[in-house]
Structures are given as C-alpha cells and as structure tokens.
C-alpha cells in the first residue's frame, strides 16, 4: 500500500513538473515573439515634430509659442501611443510693475520671498504621453484626433506675470487635444506626411492673486499646430 502512494506521488511531482516547464515553454516563446518584432523593427515608430502657437482666452490670457518632439509607436492603422518634450514659450503679456516696495507683491508666510523676480516671458518645459487617433488611411489625406496629456515646469526661480496675478515655478498639469488634418509628402513612403491642426492647450499651476491670495490657476489658449510625422 505504501509503495503504491508513493509511486502515486511520484508520478504526480513528475506530471506537475513536466506541466510547468511545458507553461514555462510556452511563456518563453510568446515572450520572444513579443520582442522579435521590436528588434525587427515590425512595431512600426513613429516619430513627429511640431510647432504651434496658441493665444490666452480668459482673465489670465496667456499666451505660448510651442516646439515639440514625439516618439512612438503605431499600432494598427489607426492608433498611435508614444511620449514626447517640448519647449513652450509663454508671453504673459504684463509689464513688471512697483515691486521693490512689497506692492501686490506674493507673500510667503508673514513675509516676501526675498529671491521674488518676475517676468512678462517665462519657459515651460511640457513633458507628456501622447495619443493619436487616425480616422482613415495613411495613402491619402486623412483626419487624426491627437492627445497629449502630462505635466509642465516653469524654468528657473523667477516668476511669470498675467493680468491677474503671479504663475510660480511649480509643476503644472498639461493637456493638449489637436483636432487636424494628415496629408502625406511622399508616394513611396507614406509614414511621411505633413500635419495641420487646431489646438487648445490647457496649464494648470499654482498662482498668486495680485489681491494677496494663494490657489491653484488654470491657463487657456487656442490656436493651431503645424508638424512633420515620419
């Protein structure tokens, strides 16, 4: 009787072993079939570069001039998933004013920060994932719906004016929908093409009121893109 359990459990270790190493098998392969086609190239990059200009709309009226690049990835025909930087240049568009005696000037604490600098241009630094969404094929003209979502860091210690108030150099939500038009430049290729859109941009940041008050601030600009995709 003993003798039988045992070989009993033995053929069951046995079994059991020879089953996970068939699923482990079975894991390798679909894991090298996974990264065949990245090595390959078959995951299909993408890359785009882009320029665009929004203009403020609000009581903050903000305005940006923005560069950008994104890498990624197509998947199928009409999907695209990537992530991308930019360097966007903001125009507040307010003169600096009488400071140097504490007038309107954002408190901290009791007190005024003694590093307080403020200017009417500022540089934001956008980093992002990007979602495009292709409504036709990629042979002719063809409209995409494209989403960039992330965050936003005002460069450096100084501060940027609005007619409202102060943005500091906090980090910022960022979130750019494009709604355009893809045209391709080249027959033989057709992963080149140019892209022309229009755009809303919105920043999200911490923010001084000129009357004294310390919350958080959305930003709003519309206006167009221009970019190249290959």
């Known amino acids: 009787m003993k003798r039988s359990l045992k070989l009993i459990a033995t053929s069951l270790l046995l079994g059991s072993a020879a089953s996970a190493s068939a699923q482990y098998y079975d894991m390798a392969n679909q894991l090298v079939s996974m990264v065949q086609p990245a090595l390959s190239g078959g995951l299909n990059y993408r890359g785009f570069v882009d320029a665009g200009y929004t203009t403020g709309v609000g009581r903050n009226g903000v305005s940006s001039l923005e560069f950008s690049t994104t890498q990624g990835f197509k998947y199928g025909s009409w999907f695209f998933m990537g992530v991308g930087a930019g360097v966007n240049i903001m125009f507040a568009g307010q003169k600096d004013v009488d400071y140097a005696n504490g007038i309107n000037r954002p408190q901290w604490g009791n007190g005024y920060d003694p590093n307080y600098k403020t200017r009417d241009t500022g540089v934001m630094i956008p ?9 036709g094929g990629e042979q002719n003209a063809s409209v995409f719906i494209d989403l960039k979502v992330g965050a936003a860091f005002l460069v450096g210690k100084n501060y940027l004016l609005t007619p409202d108030g102060v ?12 709604l355009g038009v893809r045209i391709p430049v080249n027959s033989k290729d057709s992963r080149q093409a140019v892209n022309i859109g229009v755009s809303y941009q919105l920043i999200t940041n911490d923010y001084w009121t000129y009357g004294g008050y310390y919350n958080n601030t959305t930003i709003n600009s519309v206006g167009a893109t221009i970019g190249y995709e290959w």
């Open 167 to 178: 943005l500091d150099n906090s980090e910022g939500f960022y979130f750019k929908p494009t």
């Open 127 to 135: 980093l992002y994932s990007d979602f495009r969404f292709n409504i």
